[in-house]
């Protein structure tokens, strides 16, 4: 045995040790049903590793009986790496795929006398072909935003035939297709999948499910072999993954559980907090243990953590810092995307120059098409940076394409009089529009690419540069240079990632930047759970960082733009009121903004969407709903005729504001939030008459 690591066969007394009290309790609770409630950088997977350890070395755990599940092979690894560090290398660690597909290949033929399906690698040419028996025509972002949907019914156990009836209750949409047709091809993509003999990811647990449900030997079997179970991120269990883990324990209540309620991010995929906020419920008399000793970050980020979520539906544990304190946490207002970028990178030097390795610095945004200006921004001044989960802004699909395109049409037309018109036409023959998708998905990512494009094309056009002869083409010679500068080979570099995919992970400086209203909490999150959501995504981008933290949002997108903005809801109360673009300078005193109030109950309106229409949510409808059908009816004839979705002509909600100001003429239309010159010009005349 080494010797750096304890005899266990001594009752485990020097195994446990080195724990907190409360990482103690959880090592010692071997019996279920257990729930620990783990906040950020509290050591949870320390605990839960020693548990099983402490269980093997006390000899109330057989190795072999014991099946700890988490969400990714990274994480499985990293556990069965520790279980081997700490003498219980027979302990199996996967993710609940994993498991559930080595018991469908073990029990399979046996069961069915046959093969088990093939795994297929990607959903995407079953759903080509759906698509295709459906008489559709969909892109490539629209059959990816299928895929997304077709899993997220499968894992919340919702079949084909409820699609249509239970999405919009759950607020579900794929942009450019309704409910009924989006069901058609759920459908189809399953009759085509069987007929080739397939499965998909959500069919392994679906199987695995079945078999266990229908045949009392194969669930015998299972449950001789695994006695206890020790989940991991239990916050991000969905309803399938629960019903599985059910008939894994048929009945028996050992197992222990351990998740954050905090950071739970994953609803709109399937994930299912109430598992874990319930689980007492469902298991009375069950222990339940809180860590709150977060190792991880100083007080000043701790506290501004704790605060973000105190009062709300989405607070988990208290946490406590166990740091040193260390810096204050800044709030930084900047007056554009530019200058927000321009200042952290220039931050990000400083800090490097002091002795922070790269590698220990983050940005954090809200969605992958923020990285551009920031990837401009470092560029610029040397830094090296990698771009985690997603493509570099140059190197995405729908930019490379859009600026191929883009060079065409320069060399065609050798430029005209505007150059961000000759963008903006040129784009929308990849299917940019003014307007952005609803919903979330593929296609509101590659319209967030392409409109970062127009962005950058109205910055460049209030230059000097963008006011000479051949300004298309000098755009794009700019746009190659950016590219160029931004394709350097990355050896260590400051990482650039979203809030989601900075989950798990930690630096010792992090940005988190973009924390404006309609970036956090993004323009499509309407309902209260889906703000929610949102703030938590804040929360875990807050708890990243270890020793500096940056909070950042612009008054507006382009340099020069109007200063329409303001700071996301959730610092109210958390950052300084005197926030500048120089950290702990003054600034005047802006006269308040008026908040907009609803015309029909006078109330204060808390979304985009209430704004548009001048009224909350739940309150009835001022406006002429005769004249607002009449106006839909002609949208889908009119998309019918162009070719295009409903929603790129006018949103429902534009629509509702029209019928709500029956306006009588070009100039009060244009007053209305989603109608431009180019929509007037458009549909104008159709609209006044409709109206008239």
Known sequence: MPADLPDLHRGGDDLLSALDPEQRRVAEALRGPVRVLAGAGTGKTRAITHRIAHGVATGVYQPTEVLAVTFTTKAAGEMRTRLRQLGAPGVQARTFHAAALRQLRYFWPTVHGSELPQLTESKLPLIGLAVSRQRLRADKGTMRDLASEIEWAKVSNVRPEEYATLAPARNREVSGLDHATVARVFSAYEDAKRSQGRMDMEDVLLLNAALLAEDERVAAQVRRQYKFFVVDEFQDVSPL?????????????????????????????????????????????????????????????????????AGTSSRG????????????????????????????????????????????????????????????????????????????????????????????????????????????????????????????????????????????????????????????????????????????????????????????????AVFVCGVQEGSIPISFAQTPAEVEEERRLLYVGVTRARLQLSVSWSLARNPGGRSTRRASRFLHGLRPENSTGQAGSARKPKKAARAAMCGTCGKPLSSAAERKVGRCGDCPATYDEALFERLRQWRKERASDDGVPAYVIFTDKTLEAIAEARPDNEAKLLRISGVGPAKIERYGEAVLELIE
């Open 241 to 309: 993954q629960s019903a599985l883990l059910d008939l894994w324990l048929g009945g028996r209540d050992e197992i222990c559980v351990v998740g954050d309620p905090a950071q739970t991010i994953y609803s709109f995929a399937g994930a299912n907090a109430d598992y874990l906020r319930k689980f007492t419920a469902k298991h009375p008399g069950a222990t339940s243990i809180e860590l709150v000793r977060n190792y991880r970050s100083t007080p000043e980020v701790i506290g501004a953590a704790n605060h973000l979520l």
């Open 317 to 508: 544990v208290e946490l406590r810092a166990q740091r040193p304190s260390g810096d204050k946490v800044e709030f930084v207002e900047h007056a554009d995307e530019v200058a927000e970028a321009e200042a952290v990178a220039a931050r990000i030097k400083q800090i490097h120059a002091a002795g922070t390795p790269l590698s220990e610095i983050a940005v954090l945004f809200r969605i992958n098409a923020q990285s551009e200006a920031f990837e401009d921004a470092l560029s610029a001044r040397g830094i090296a940076y990698v771009v985690r989960g997603a493509a570099r802004f140059f190197d995405r699909q729908e930019v490379r394409q859009a600026i191929t395109l883009l060079r065409g049409t320069a060399r065609s037309s050798g430029g005209t009089d505007s150059m961000v018109e000759d963008v903006r036409g040129t784009l929308s023959g990849m299917g940019w529009n003014a307007e952005p998708p609803t919903g979330r998905g593929t296609a509101r990512d590659r319209w967030e690419s392409l409109q970062a494009l127009v962005s950058q094309a109205e910055t460049f056009a209030a230059t000097s540069q963008g006011a000479a002869d051949g300004a298309l083409g000098a755009f794009v010679d700019d746009l190659d240079r950016r590219a160029a500068e931004q394709h350097a080979p990355v050896a260590e570099g400051v990482t650039l990632a979203t809030l989601h995919t900075a989950k798990g992970l930690e630096w010792d």
